[in-house]
Every structure is written in C-alpha cells, then in structure tokens.
C-alpha cells in the first residue's frame, strides 16, 4: 500500500530551493531543487519561484500543509520570523512560526530561526540549521548530545533536555573556499583530489603552536619545501580547518575526548565522513545523522504544531 | 660637511622595488621606488628595471657597492640565492651572498633568505624581512628580543646571542585582506576607518573559547544584531586577527606578557601603532624599531662581508 503524502516541506535557503513531498512516517516520496534561493528568485519574487518548483505538488494535493524552513524567514526572504531565543525546543520553534497566503486561500508556514548568546557576549543565529536539528535528535535526548552541520558557515548545536540549548558557528567552508580561489595558496594547489593521509596530518597539525594563522601558512611552505605534493594540498588545508574547528567547537562546548561524548554529523556523504575522520583523531566518537533531517525536522515542528 | 655615500641598497619585493642611497653613518641620503618587484618586471627583465629607477645613482657613484635583499634571490628572482638554515648572523649572511654582474664590470650582491623548521617540524621561509631583522636588532644583544614584522605575512622572529634563532610566519594580513574582499563580512564593511575601540574588542576577543574560525563569524553577527556599527567592522577584524597572531606568536616563542618580554615592531605607522596597542592590551612590552631597517641590514651586512 503506498504511503499517504503528509505535508509539502521546503528548505529554503539563500540559494537554493529544495522541496519534499514527506510521509506520515518521514518516508520521502518525492524531491524536487531549483536555484531559487533567497538571493536568486529575482523580480519573479518567492511566490513564483515556489509555484514553478511545486507547482504541480500544490495542484495534485490540495488540503497538504507547506511549511518552509531557512533564510526564507529572513529580512531578506518572503516575510520575516524573528528569531527565537535558545534555550528552545521543537514547540516552541512551532508555536512562533508566521505564514504568508498564497493561491487565495493556502498558507506557507515559516519556521523561525535561532539566537543565542554565548557566555562571552558574542551573539550567534541560525535559520534552516534549527529544523535539521529537530530532525536529527535522538528522541530519548534526556541525554546531552552535541550536533554538527559542516558547511559554509559550521554550526555546532548542543541540544539537552530535548531542547537547543546553545550553539556557534564557524567560518570553515567559506574560509576553505576563499582560501583556495583567492590568497597564495591557491597558486600551489593541483585539483581537490583527496589524500586521506594529508587530511590527517592537517587535522593534528591544527592545535599545534602557533594558532590557525601560522598552520594555514605551513600549506604554503611544506610543499614550496618538497615535504607535500601540491595535489594534497587541498587536502592538508580541509584537515586544518576542520581540525582548528573541532578543536575550538570542543574547547567552547565542553566537549572533552575519550568520555561518552557522542557527536552527530548531520551533512552529505563527503563532508560527513571527513568530520567523522577527524572527530575520531581528537578521540570523540562520532556517527553520521539521518540525511533528511531537514524534511524530518518539517514534518515534526508541523505535527507538533497542529499543521498535520 | 655633506655625508659621502657609501652603499646603494636594494630592497627588491615580488611587488616593489626600493632603493636607498646610504650613507657610511646609516642616514638614508636619498631613495627611490618603482612597482617593479620580481613579479612585476616584465619582458624587460631586472637588469632593465634596476637600471630605469637608480641608473643615475650608477652613473654618478661608479664605485659604490650594490646589494639587494628579498625576493629578487628566489628562484623567480635574478639569480637564486639558496636559504641558508637558522640559527644564523649577519657574517653567515654575507658569506652566503650570491652575484650577478651588470654593465660589464659591476656586481649586484644578493643576500640570501633564511629558512627554518620548528619543534614541531613546520618549515618556514623568509626573504628580504631577515635583512630587516639585521637592521633592527639592538647591538649590546647577549640578551632574547623578539622582533614581530606585520604584514601580508607576518613575521616572527627570536633573537639571542646575535643571531637569528628561528621565526614563524603568520597569514595575517593576507586573511584580512581576503576576508574583507571575497567574503560575507564584505558586505557589512563601510570603510576602513579605524574605531580603536572595536580594535581592542577584537583583540581581546581573539583569545576568547571556539578559536579563531568562531571569532571571525562575530565579525558578521554583532553588526546583524546591531551590536557594532557597519563603519567599525573592518577595525574589529582587523583587531580580532592581529589579535590571535600575537596569542599564537607568543605561545609558539614562549612570550610571556608581565615579565621583561620586550618586543621590536618593525613596521609604517599604521601598523606599528595597531601592533604596539594589540601587544600592550596583552600586558607585552613593545616598542617601535627602526623605519629603514632594511637599508640599515644592508649596511650591515655589506660592512661585514667587506663590501665596502
């Protein structure tokens, strides 16, 4: 017997549009993406990027909520849901969504995102990240569990008691990706082929002496000095900054190595398995989450805000 | 009595040729610049660019010696002068110098870099700053000073015993400039006016938990949540870097602030005053060195391989 489509789940991003047609069990039945993100919809606006994606989803199933989730909800997306202070839990991310009408009479839900204030003063905000966390707790979360979304922007989220208790961000892919495209390095590098033990060698390299400012030198004059191949150069760097990452994601969240810390990846095959390489190096064991945890993450803020 | 020349000195960049007219008393008697560094030359060549900018000095002092430091002794310089390891003095420079002959009869003399390995096996290369260092170094030096010169790559280095003992490089300015071109913080970024008080927020802020990756992205949080003014981004930033090169600098040489720690800043004005403030927020006694060190390690250098 097929599984009845539940809800129509987007995550809505800066560039992108990815759409889920989600079961009542989580199950996707179908997906669908276009690069119609927040930056990129153009003078077409945000109700039309979404028609031209779902457009036939909306016809085929009339009565099926659509909720959205990520910079969709920003001042720079289709209608603004301020952010919501952390400590919060999926109920509460619910109860604070706002809608826009469409097609007459339907509405988009909007998920809100995330602030929090880290002990030191300095604010930090998320919006998609929140619902991929909801989407990758472990339900019987009395227990803490710290979560990673590698990316552009990494966040790293504590979540406690069933709730987002706090979280931070770091600037690794984007300084990753700046750092190959426009400093000195980029000179050096031959292709983004991946060297496992040049990854490696990055990532204990990170917390040597010296700080991140010197190791992302040392990816300039190891192999200027023939002690790295320019092919695994790339590789070296991801090492360090994932390294330098971790490290400072453990430092501020109390993440201490060889005790039952347990970390979930949430991110696509490549960047997860990475993480998990150099989580395991610094000793803390790590395992990958759910890939759809943004869809799982929709159909449970939904439910639990009566949408479903 | 006017001072009679006695070197012409070259400080000869991938960006920028410099040239001083020196006096046997160290005075800088007259000095030019071209944007013709070793990346910059052309077609043309070197022997074409030193004669365009001081082929006049040439003319009018046919037997004055002509030395050159920095990168116009790499291997995409004029001829290769191989890095001579650490621990090293002015004498082992000079004895390491290479020549080219020009105009027949003439010889340019070239210093050659230095190279190290840390403790922790990182290498390091310098070329051109060495010679800086030989011109900063205070004579009566049986006692450890510690020279710091900022920049695209920032260097620093011990001294003891006379010599250069080992130094460190760090991608400083060069990340300061990517960020601030390539990444999101750009477009938060009105102006490069500087607010001392960001400043030393960010100094301070540097050392902070999460690191530096965590550090960089309130770069982009405070503005958003109003909590610093677009105009004082770059200042914090500018603070939050420099910040984190001297928290790794100090830990890789062992600097600790309180104590006699004496660092030598060996910079313009902008920059020396950033640095001087930055040092003294951490509680490390710095001053300002000398503003031609480089014609004077030339002098130096020149005066103890005999050249003159």
Chains 1, 2 share one sequence.
């Not at 129509?8 to 199950?27: E, H, K, P, Q």
């Not at 779902?54 to 289709?78: E, F, K, N, T, Y």
Request: aromatic fraction near 6%.
């Amino acid at each position: 017997m097929a599984i009845a489509p539940a809800l129509i789940g987007l995550d809505w991003g800066t560039s992108n549009l990815r759409a889920y047609l989600i079961g009542d069990n989580g199950a996707i039945l179908d997906r669908l993406e276009a690069p119609s993100g927040v930056m990129n919809w153009g003078d077409r606006g945000p109700a039309a990027a979404m028609e031209s994606l779902v457009g036939c989803w909306l016809d085929a199933h009339a009565s099926l909520p659509v909720i959205a989730a990520g910079m969709i909800g920003s001042r720079q997306g289709w209608r603004e849901a301020p952010y919501v202070d952390c400590p919060a839990d999926a109920a509460g991310l619910a109860a604070r969504m706002v809608s826009v009408e469409f097609r007459g009479n339907r509405r988009l839900h909007i998920v809100p995102g995330l602030k929090c204030h880290g002990d030191d003063g300095v604010p930090d905000v998320m919006r998609g990240e929140e619902t991929q966390v909801v989407g990758g707790m472990t339900c019987e979360a009395a227990d803490q569990q710290w979560i990673v979304l590698p990316g552009t922007h990494s966040k790293w989220v504590e979540v406690g008691d069933g709730r987002i208790q706090r979280f931070a961000s770091f600037m690794t892919g984007e300084l990753y990706d700046i750092l190959g495209k426009h400093s000195i390095l980029c000179r050096l590098m031959e292709g983004e082929g991946f060297d496992g033990q040049a990854f490696e060698s990055g990532v204990r390299r990170a917390t040597t002496a010296g700080g991140l400012l010197r190791q992302i030198f040392s990816a300039r004059t190891l192999p200027l000095l023939n002690e790295l191949l320019n092919a695994s150069v790339a590789s070296y760097l991801s090492g360090l900054l994932i390294g330098a990452e971790i490290e400072g994601a453990s430092q501020w969240l109390g993440i201490s190595g060889g005790t039952e810390a347990r970390v979930t990846v949430l991110a696509g095959p490549m960047l997860a398995s990475r993480y998990v390489c150099a989580l395991t190096i610094k000793g803390i064991t790590a395992s990958v989450g759910p890939t759809d945890a943004a869809a799982l993450g929709l159909l449970r803020i939904g439910r639990i805000g009566h949408l479903l």
